[in-house]
């Protein structure tokens, strides 16, 4: 699989995992057991959690695959996006290891610092590293 294809792949799970946590913060549940669409919950948190572990360092490669100056270019931007990956992998990890996930939790995930930087640095990664178009 390509450094791009891989990206846009876990850029995937991680937008998709981030809508159905809004959705799912809104049913006011008190648990995720139960109905499937409160069972689904642990799939999309799952999905993000293998998203998001080496996200930085598939950034990078594909960075590196873009243009070999971009990770000088953009070292500190990179630096950051993995702290921020890293810090929202640990905070789903600790949602998933509670054994009942409950829409509160979920909404108090949505509205972590650390996964919303995260999301809106995936959305200039996306933009900054497309390859270049072909005149």
Request: proline share 4%.
């Amino acid at each position: 699989m390509s450094t791009h294809d891989d990206l846009e792949q876990r850029i995937e799970a991680i937008e998709t995992g981030y809508e159905f946590m809004l959705a799912y913060a809104a049913q006011g549940r008190e648990t995720d057991k139960g109905a499937a669409a409160g069972r689904n919950v642990r799939e999309y948190l799952d999905r993000m959690v293998a998203a998001l572990d080496g996200l930085g360092g598939v950034i990078t490669a594909h960075a590196v695959a873009v243009d070999p100056q971009l990770p000088k270019v953009g070292a500190a931007f990179f630096v950051a996006v993995d702290a921020d990956a890293r810090i929202a992998l640990a905070a789903l990890r600790l949602v998933l290891a509670r054994p009942d996930i409950s829409s509160q939790l979920v909404d108090n995930l949505n509205a972590s610092i650390h996964l919303r930087a995260l999301l809106t640095d995936l959305f200039i990664v996306d933009e900054a590293l497309k390859p270049p178009k072909s005149r």
